[in-house]
Each structure stands twice: as structure tokens, then as C-alpha cells.
């Protein structure tokens, strides 16, 4: 079992950054394929970014493509997302999830693949 921390949200302008981190628990992060998601209000959670265990392969959303980046430090068992051009549209609250994965190549843009989540960090972007 592993349980997850965001952190590193807040209120941001119009094409300002962000990153935001999330810390597992555990001993076994390495064998765990993550993912980001975000909801909005009166929205559905949508899949953000992804990927596998080892860092070597990554998947995204397009809505975020070109702009974000995910990536992950096996040593310190955090996993982040670094946003840039930030706009209005992708202010909502940020969710990181993890499954273990028995194949290194594996991770998945649908929440329901992923066992664990964290409880969310709000990211804000003002106009």
C-alpha cells in the first residue's frame, strides 16, 4: 500500500508556472506507475500525465502537451509535474495516483487503472 501527498499548488497568473510535487510512502515507489489528474469544478476528472516506473516513458494529455512535464525521482519517492504557460482553463485541483505495475512500460490515462490516490493540491490561474 503506499499513500500520497501533493503539494505545490496556489494562485498563479496567466502564463506563470508551477510544480507541484507528490511524496509517497514506502519502500517499493520504484514499482509503481504514477499519474496526474485534474477536476474542475462542475467537471469530471480528466488525465493530466503519466509515467512508468522507471521515469523512461511518459504520456500526456492534450489540452497540456508542450507545456507540461512529469517526471519522478525514485530516490526521494516523489513524483512531479511541472506546468508552464499556465492558463485560466487549467485551474482545478490536481490529484496524483499510483498502481504498482508488473511491467515496466506500463501506466494508463484512465482513473480507474490506478489504486491509490493522494487528496488533491488547488492550482489556480487568474486572467
Known amino acids: 500500500q503506499v499513500q500520497l501527498v501533493e503539494s505545490g499548488g496556489g494562485l498563479v497568473q496567466a502564463g506563470g508556472s508551477l510544480r507541484l510535487s507528490c511524496a509517497a510512502s514506502g519502500r517499493t515507489f520504484s514499482r509503481y506507475a504514477m499519474g496526474w489528474f485534474r477536476q474542475a469544478p462542475g467537471k469530471e476528472r480528466e488525465f493530466v500525465a503519466a509515467i512508468t516506473r522507471s521515469g523512461d516513458s511518459t504520456g500526456y494529455a492534450d489540452s497540456v502537451k508542450g507545456r507540461f512535464t512529469i517526471s519522478r525521482d525514485n530516490a526521494k519517492n516523489t513524483v512531479y509535474l511541472q506546468m508552464h504557460s499556465l492558463k485560466p482553463e487549467d485551474t482545478a485541483v490536481y490529484y496524483c495516483?499510483?498502481?504498482?505495475?508488473?511491467?515496466?512500460?506500463?501506466?494508463?490515462?484512465?482513473?480507474?487503472?490506478?489504486?491509490?490516490w493522494g487528496q488533491g493540491t488547488q492550482v489556480t490561474v487568474s486572467s
Open positions: 495516483a499510483a498502481r504498482e505495475a508488473y511491467s515496466a512500460s506500463s501506466y494508463s490515462a484512465a482513473g480507474t487503472w490506478y489504486a491509490y
